[in-house]
């Protein structure tokens, strides 16, 4: 051991902590590290005559008088502290609110479990949930077809409501799977045509797993609720968004005709740019383009809440919608009625009523 | 530490007595201290005097197991001595070159030890002072300085080492070595 490996472990020894034997032995032979400790017990004694050196100061009044206490940082001290009624009467009471509540939520549980309103979600690896379908447990009926990236290719799928068995729910499920490459059909039925229709049974409040021939897995989530949710998804508001237009389910009135009744039929411009339209076609009448912004051949149309009212050619059209069109500060759409246009597709399939939404220069150039 | 634990026990019970006592009994000592870190008498009360009051208004975070009650208002202490210098370093046009002066005022009336102790670095007078002259053990220095013992053990060589030479530089080798 030499010197500078030892001089730590002089400032320590003359602090009075233990050192190793091996360091004790070095400084009994050491002048060096002997005159360090003679040092720094100078230079201690020094300091410490020099801190006494000044004449005492007067103690000055302390501040710490003029002081509030703090509120107390403790909370169980705190409540204790606030707590002004007896802590019998607190305990009974929280205890009512416990069973209230408990009661309450029972409640509200069988409201929904009883409800008429089944709500699937579709839900894929990697997507999250690609479709949300909504339809009344009776009777028998299609509820909603849809299709959906599902990397590297694309699915296809419907559901179908088929019977109800208590909290259990029979559905029915056609899937079809396209890899990258493959030129969809022009419809999801069409698509889905020869495709078997699979019976599940599943509890609403457990996922069901659906497997999808080379692609891997579906899982569908069910829900009863005893409302009909807006669209275009079960947890949507009926308030549109900021640049939201929206038509739901339209009924749409010439003079004193009927020329479209399309029960939860949805198409908004949901968080998009002004440039979208929606398209609401009506066979033999051809179809009415509507948008938020002013675009060539349109005519101004009245906003009021979830009617659209305008005037062409002498004819007085009312668009009554299943909710708001757009926010408050919109009171005009643009509507544009081209009664010659038809859908190209294939046969009868194309010439239905639709409403969609669509980008507006696409809509006008076709 | 009994001693500590109980008279604590009256400061969180609002005891204006006890901590009249505990403000008596300190408040000169934490002032000098305070002193070596803010070099500035008015500064170091102004200090001492926040610290005390800080305890008084919210008395919490003392650990008898873990160190001194002087040993916990000597970390109050200097955490409000470096706030000091904190709020010092934001509005230096307020603060003039008073400090200065007053810190030069002050070393020429110290000892040739207190000239070299003030060419310390603040963080080496600090330990210093509260080993040398508070006689706070390592465990407390750990704690007060929120620092592990062992840095503490290096931390003071490295300061006796960096006194010493000072010292040795103003010409006392000689008489160290008489």
Not at chain 1, 62 to 91: D, Q, S, V, Y
Not at chain 1, 214 to 240: N, S, V
């Amino acid at each position: 051991m030499n010197c500078a490996e030892a001089a730590e472990c002089v400032s320590a020894l003359f602090d009075g902590e233990a050192i190793s034997r091996e360091v004790a032995a070095h400084l009994a032979d050491c002048h060096e590290c002997r005159v360090r400790l003679n040092e720094y017990a100078e230079m201690g004694a020094e300091l410490r005559d020099m801190a006494s050196a000044p004449a005492p100061q007067a103690i000055p009044e302390g501040r710490w008088r003029l002081a509030e206490p703090a509120a107390a940082n403790n909370w169980l001290r705190k409540w204790r502290g606030t707590m002004r009624i007896p802590r019998f009467a607190f305990a009974l009471m929280l205890g009512v609110i416990f069973v209230l509540s408990g009661g309450l939520a029972l409640v509200k549980a069988r409201s929904v479990a009883r409800g008429p309103v089944l709500v699937l979600r579709a839900r894929i690896s990697g997507r999250g949930v690609v479709a949300s379908c909504t339809g009344r447990v009776t009777p028998e009926q299609d509820m909603c077809s849809f299709g959906a990236l599902a990397p590297p290719g694309s699915l296809t799928a419907s559901l179908r409501f088929i019977s109800r068995d208590g909290d259990r729910v029979q559905i029915g499920i056609r899937t079809k799977y396209e890899p990258p490459g493959k030129t969809p059909a022009t419809g999801y039925d069409e698509e889905l045509r020869d495709v078997p229709l699979e019976r599940f049974w599943m509890d609403p409040d457990k996922p069901l797993s659906v497997p999808i021939a080379g692609f891997g897995t579906m899982e569908i989530y069910g829900e009863f609720r005893d409302h009909e949710p807006p669209p275009p998804d079960p947890d949507a508001t009926l308030d549109p968004g900021p640049d939201e237009l929206r038509i739901w389910s339209p009924f749409l009135i010439r003079d004193n005709r009927i020329l479209a009744d399309m029960s939860f039929a949805y198409a908004g411009t949901r968080v998009q740019p002004l440039d979208l339209a929606i398209v609401l076609y009506v066979p033999k009448q051809g179809r009415f383009v509507f948008s938020l912004k002013p675009f060539d051949g349109a005519i101004e149309a009245d906003i009021q809440a979830n009617r659209i009212q305008f005037a062409e050619n002498g004819h007085s059209y009312l668009l009554i919608t299943g909710g708001p069109v757009a926010r408050t500060g919109y009171a005009h759409v643009w509507v544009l009625h081209q009664p010659e246009w038809r859908p190209v597709g294939p046969g009868d399939l194309a010439d239905h009523l639709f409403v969609s939404q669509a980008k507006l220069p696409d809509v006008l150039s076709n | 530490m009994a001693d500590d634990h109980e008279l604590w026990e009256r400061i969180c019970s609002r005891d204006a007595n006890a901590f009249e006592a505990f403000y008596r009994g300190n408040a000169a000592r934490l002032c000098a201290y305070l002193r070596q870190i803010v070099g500035n008498t008015q500064a170091a009360e102004d200090v001492m005097q926040e610290t005390f009051t800080q305890i008084w208004r919210s008395p919490n975070g003392f650990r008898p197991e873990l160190g001194s009650l002087r040993g916990y208002l000597f970390g109050i202490g200097r955490k409000r001595a470096a706030e000091w210098w904190r709020k010092r370093a934001r509005a230096p046009e307020e603060q003039g070159d008073k400090g200065v002066e007053e810190s030069a005022e002050g070393t020429a009336s110290f000892s040739t030890i207190g000239d070299a102790f003030a060419r310390l670095a603040e963080e080496q007078r600090s330990l210093l002072w509260l080993r040398e002259i508070e006689g706070q053990s390592y465990a407390e220095l750990a704690e007060i300085l929120q620092i592990p013992v062992g840095t503490v053990k290096s931390r003071l060589f490295a300061a006796r080492e960096e006194l010493r030479r000072i010292w040795h530089s103003s010409g006392n080798v000689a008489r160290s070595k008489k």
